[in-house]
């Protein structure tokens, strides 16, 4: 079974600056996607980014951008120019790609706090 | 453009009465669908999920179960709730397509239903 590690309970940061999330999953499988979603306190999960596992170019989606390093089964989010409104929980999800149904397999989140 | 609704958004039930959350999709057919459960301070457990019709997997042995009577339609229900059982439920999809194209890996989450039980 897949696990998704995110060993940062908390983070803070400065409004403007930059930030990164760590995130570390276990698979045995080869091909699969890796997402960060944000859950701000509405409650609302928000898709922030995806990363397929056979692309080796990282995602980047405006201020997000993603470290993703295979071999070391990391995939890190670094928020750049941090804003007030990223404040949120922000968790890192797995995804086989064999096919079906299955989920997503959340980690434990990192809730992000913006100093203004 | 696909909207994923979920209701009701806030319930307060006592210990011992049934539950009934539901999920509706609009603008797509033949939806992969998904309940999780969201306990305070924890991440999000997947409970049910259904390719169809009539077809349901449990994750989670639970005192829960799901139903899909219709193709866009997901309910979560209870016989009795436990204490347990309180927390914030998530309904979510995505695309039964097998290409990465189609988005078919990512999930779209409703608003959620946060149940307290008395």
Same mark, same amino acid.
């Given at each position: 079974?897949?696990?998704?590690?995110?060993?940062?309970?908390?983070?803070?940061?400065?409004?403007?600056?930059?930030?990164?999330?760590?995130?570390?999953?276990?698979?045995?499988?080869?091909?699969?996607?890796?997402?960060?979603?944000?859950?701000?306190?509405?409650?609302?999960?928000?898709?922030?980014?995806?990363?397929?596992?056979?692309?080796?170019?990282?995602?980047?989606?405006?201020?997000?951008?993603?470290?993703?390093?295979?071999?070391?089964?990391?995939?890190?989010?670094?928020?750049?120019?941090?804003?007030?409104?990223?404040?949120?929980?922000?968790?890192?999800?797995?995804?086989?790609?064999?096919?079906?149904?299955?989920?997503?397999?959340?980690?434990?989140?990192?809730?992000?706090?913006?100093?203004? | 453009?696909?909207?994923?609704?979920?209701?009701?958004?806030?319930?307060?039930?006592?210990?011992?009465?049934?539950?009934?959350?539901?999920?509706?999709?609009?603008?797509?057919?033949?939806?992969?669908?998904?309940?999780?459960?969201?306990?305070?301070?924890?991440? &999000?457990? *997947?409970?049910?999920?259904?390719?169809?019709?009539?077809?349901? #997997? /449990?994750?989670?042995?639970?005192? %829960? @179960?799901?139903?899909?009577?219709?193709?866009?339609?997901?309910?979560?229900?209870?016989?009795? &709730?436990? *204490?347990?059982?309180?927390?914030?439920?998530?309904?979510?999809? #995505? /695309?039964?397509?097998?290409?990465? %194209? @189609?988005?078919?890996?990512?999930?779209?989450?409703?608003?959620?239903?946060r149940l307290t039980v008395l």
């Amino acid at each position: 079974a897949q696990t998704v590690t995110q060993s940062q309970p908390e983070m803070s940061v400065q409004e403007a600056e930059t930030v990164t999330l760590s995130c570390t999953y276990d698979t045995s499988e080869s091909d699969y996607y890796l997402f960060w979603y944000k859950q701000p306190p509405s409650r609302q999960m928000i898709l922030v980014i995806r990363q397929e596992a056979y692309k080796q170019q990282n995602a980047t989606e405006n201020r997000f951008s993603v470290n993703f390093q295979k071999a070391a089964k990391s995939f890190s989010l670094k928020i750049s120019d941090s804003q007030l409104g990223d404040a949120a929980m922000y968790f890192c999800a797995y995804r086989s790609a064999r096919g079906g149904a299955d989920g997503l397999t959340f980690g434990k989140g990192t809730h992000l706090i913006i100093q203004p | 453009s696909q909207t994923i609704h979920q209701w009701p958004a806030t319930l307060v039930q006592p210990v011992g009465s049934p539950l009934s959350l539901e999920c509706t999709v609009e603008g797509t057919s033949n939806p992969n669908l998904y309940w999780y459960r969201q306990a305070a301070g924890r991440g &999000l457990q *997947l409970l049910f999920y259904s390719v169809g019709i009539g077809q349901i #997997s /449990s994750e989670v042995p639970q005192n %829960l @179960s799901a139903s899909r009577p219709q193709d866009r339609q997901f309910i979560l229900s209870s016989k009795k &709730l436990l *204490l347990s059982d309180s927390g914030f439920y998530l309904c979510a999809w #995505s /695309s039964s397509g097998s290409s990465s %194209l @189609s988005g078919a890996n990512v999930l779209t989450f409703g608003a959620g239903s946060r149940l307290t039980v008395l």
